[in-house]
C-alpha cells in the first residue's frame, strides 16, 4: 500500500467526548454518519452526527461558481480536435479568461459577505494611497491624493507633482500595437524621472508622500515597511515586479518568487500549502501543482477545470494512473461524484460523466440511482436523463422504486403508470388486483382517464389485459352495446383471463344482460355461462375450442336438488336457464 504524501486532517467532532461516548460510522455517497453505539435508553436521543466531505457545495456563493464553470466546461469540450492549433489556441485563452472571470466574481462576493461580517475601519487617506499605489490601482490613488491635498492646502505642488508621476506611470496592453520594447524605454525614462525627484529631495517634507515615490523606484526596504497592506508575500512579490522588473521573462519568476518568499516571511515562519502551489506554478511543474492543490484544497473543482483545460491545450503529460483512468479523467470523476451528492447540483455532474470516455458511463449509472426521488417531477428529470443515454435498467429501477412508493401512499394510477413504463409484469399485476378489489370494494372505478387508454401496455400482464378489457365491457354497457358487451364478458371467462376469485362478479354483471327483454346471448353463448357456472361451483374446466358443447344435449351433470348452492348461486341458474329455453323456443 502506497504511503499517504501528508498526515490526514484531523475532523473534530462537536459534542464528541472519546472518554464517555463510543462511536461507529457508517460511510455514504459524500459523507460519514457517526453514531453512538452505547448509550442509557432513558438518557433521551443516541449522539448522531453527519461528516460531510464537501462542505463547499452548500454554499450560495461558490454554487454560482460551480454553475457557470459548467457552462464554461461543456464549452470547452465542444471545441474540435481536428482544428489547426493556431485556429484553437484563441479559443482556449478565451476559456482560461471566462474562469479567471467568475473565479474573481466568487471572490469579490466573499469578500463583501467578509466586510459585512466584520466590517474595517477607513485607514487614514495616507496609507489609503499608499495601499493603492502597491496594487498598482493608480487612478484610485489619485482620487485619494485630490482629497487629501484639499486638506492640506500648504503641500499641494507636491501632490501635484507626485498625481503628474503616476499619471504617466506606463502600463503594457498586449491588445495595443506597443511592442515590449517601446514599453520597456517608456517605463525606463519614467522611472528616470521619479528617481530624479527623490534625488531632488521634492518630497523630503513629507514621509509618505516620499515612501510612496520609493515605492515606485522599487525601493524593497520601503516595500517590507507596509508588509501589513500588503498581506502576504505574494502580494509582495507582484508589487516588486511591478515597479522594479515588470517586463520579468516567465523562466525568471520562480527566482523572484522564491527570495521574494525568503524577504517577506520571517525566519520562523512555516510555509502553507499555498505557498508550495504559488512556489511550483512558477517554476511551471505543472503536476506538482495538481498534487499540491489536490492535498491542501477541499474539493476537486480547480484541479479538474485546470487539468480538464491544460489536457486539451495539451500542456500536460498525461499518463495512467494505476487504476487505469488518466489524470484527467480521475479529477473529473472525483469532483462530478462529489456534485452528486447535492440535491440540485447532480444535474451538473451528469456532463462531466458524459465527457470521461473510459469510466463516465459507469460512475453515472452507479451515482444516478442514489439521487433522491423526492418528487414524481424529479424523478421524470431523472427518467429523462438515462433515456438520453440509453440506461434502460436505470429508468427501469426508478420506475419500480416510484410505482412501489405510488402504491404506499395508495396512488393506484399513478403506481400502475410507473409500473407500465418500468415494464414490471409482477407489479403491474399486483396493482391491477388492487384496482379490482377497490371496484368490488366500491363500485365503480377510480383513475378512468388511465385504464380506458391503457393501449397496448394492457398486455403488460394478464391481470392487466383483464382490467382493461373489463373497464372496456363497462363502457359498451353504458353505450347500451349489449351484445358487444356480452361477448366481450364471456371471453374474459373462456379465455382464462379473469382471475377465478372474480367470476362470481362477472357472472353477476351477466344477469342484466340475461334480464334483457331482448335475447342478447345465443344459446351456445349460455351454455358457456353455465359451464362456467359448473366450474365455479365444481372446479371443472372451462369449456374450450376443442371440447364443444352439445347445445340441444345437454343435462346437467348433477340433480340440482343434490347440490346445497348459495342463494345468488341458485338466481345465476335459475335465469341461465331461462336465457338458454328462450334461446331453444326462438331456435
Not at 410 to 423: D, F, P, Q
Request: charged residues 25%; aromatic residues 10%; proline residues 5%.
Amino acid at each position: 500500500m502506497e504511503e499517504v504524501d501528508v498526515e490526514p486532517t484531523t475532523t473534530p467532532i462537536p459534542g464528541f467526548d472519546s472518554n464517555q461516548k463510543h462511536l461507529g460510522f457508517v460511510w455514504g455517497p459524500g459523507d460519514i454518519l457517526v453514531y453512538e453505539t452505547i448509550y442509557k435508553a432513558s438518557g433521551g436521543c443516541p449522539f448522531v452526527h453527519e461528516v460531510r466531505k464537501d462542505e463547499d457545495i452548500y454554499s450560495p456563493i461558490l454554487r454560482k461558481l460551480f454553475n457557470e464553470s459548467h457552462h464554461i466546461f461543456v464549452g470547452l469540450q465542444r471545441i474540435r480536435e481536428d482544428l489547426p492549433s493556431k485556429n484553437k489556441k484563441p479559443q482556449f485563452v478565451s476559456i482560461s479568461k471566462n474562469y479567471r472571470s467568475v473565479i474573481r466574481a466568487c471572490m469579490e462576493e466573499l469578500q463583501q459577505v467578509a466586510d459585512i461580517l466584520c466590517p474595517l475601519l477607513n485607514p487614514p487617506l495616507c496609507l489609503q494611497v499608499i495601499s493603492y499605489v502597491l496594487q498598482g490601482r493608480m487612478d484610485e490613488a489619485r482620487q485619494v491624493l485630490v482629497k487629501q491635498a484639499a486638506l492640506q492646502p500648504a503641500a499641494r505642488v507636491m501632490f501635484k507633482l507626485l498625481d503628474n508621476l503616476l499619471m504617466k506611470m506606463p502600463i503594457f496592453n498586449p491588445g495595443e500595437t506597443q511592442t515590449l520594447t517601446e514599453f520597456d524605454v517608456k517605463w525606463r525614462h519614467w522611472r528616470e524621472e521619479v528617481d530624479h525627484c527623490l534625488q531632488d529631495q521634492s518630497f523630503a517634507s513629507n514621509r509618505h508622500l516620499e515612501d510612496i515615490c520609493k515605492i515606485l523606484v522599487g525601493d524593497e526596504d520601503v516595500l517590507l515597511e507596509y508588509k501589513e497592506l500588503l498581506s502576504t508575500w505574494y502580494h509582495f512579490l507582484v508589487t516588486r515586479l511591478l515597479f522594479s522588473h515588470p517586463t520579468v521573462k516567465p523562466t525568471e519568476l520562480h527566482y523572484y518568487a522564491q527570495s521574494s518568499m525568503h524577504m517577506f516571511l520571517d525566519t520562523r515562519s512555516v510555509p502553507e500549502p499555498l505557498d508550495s502551489i504559488l512556489l511550483a506554478a512558477f517554476e511551471f511543474d505543472i503536476h506538482q501543482v495538481i498534487k499540491d492543490c489536490s492535498i491542501a484544497l477541499n474539493n476537486w473543482w480547480f484541479v479538474g477545470h485546470l487539468t480538464d483545460l491544460l489536457d486539451h491545450c495539451k500542456l500536460l503529460q498525461s499518463h495512467n494512473l494505476h487504476f487505469g483512468s488518466n489524470l484527467r479523467e480521475f479529477l473529473l470523476l472525483e469532483y462530478a461524484s462529489g456534485l452528486f451528492t447535492h440535491h440540485s447540483l447532480w444535474q451538473l455532474a451528469v456532463d462531466y460523466f458524459d465527457h470521461c470516455p473510459e469510466f463516465g458511463r459507469v460512475y453515472l449509472e452507479l451515482q444516478i440511482e442514489r439521487v433522491p426521488l423526492d418528487t414524481e417531477r424529479k424523478a421524470l428529470k431523472v427518467i429523462r436523463i438515462c433515456e438520453q443515454r440509453q440506461m434502460t435498467e436505470q429508468v427501469r429501477s426508478i420506475c419500480k422504486i416510484m410505482a412501489k412508493k405510488a402504491l404506499r401512499n395508495n396512488r393506484l394510477g399513478s403506481a400502475l403508470s410507473w409500473s407500465i413504463r418500468a415494464k414490471d409484469a409482477a407489479f403491474a399485476t399486483l396493482i391491477s388486483e388492487r384496482f379490482l378489489q377497490d371496484y368490488c370494494a366500491k363500485g365503480t372505478f377510480s383513475d378512468l382517464d388511465l385504464i380506458d387508454n391503457l393501449g397496448p401496455a394492457m398486455l403488460l400482464s394478464d391481470r392487466l389485459t383483464f382490467l382493461g378489457k373489463y373497464r372496456e365491457f363497462h363502457r359498451l354497457y353504458g353505450e347500451k352495446r349489449f351484445s358487444d358487451a356480452a361477448k366481450l364478458l364471456l371471453s374474459l371467462m373462456t379465455a382464462k383471463i379473469a382471475p377465478h376469485s372474480f367470476w362470481m362478479t362477472l357472472l353477476t354483471d351477466a344477469l342484466p344482460l340475461l334480464e334483457q327483454k331482448e335475447v342478447i346471448f345465443s344459446a351456445d353463448q349460455t351454455h358457456e355461462l353455465m359451464f362456467c357456472l359448473e366450474e365455479l361451483t365444481s372446479g371443472k374446466s372451462v369449456p374450450t375450442p376443442d371440447r364443444p358443447m352439445q347445445v340441444l344435449g345437454y343435462t346437467p351433470p348433477y340433480p340440482l336438488s343434490n347440490v346445497c348452492f348459495p342463494f345468488n348461486l341458485l338466481i345465476h341458474c335459475f335465469i341461465i336457464c331461462s336465457n338458454l329455453y328462450s334461446c331453444l323456443a326462438r331456435g
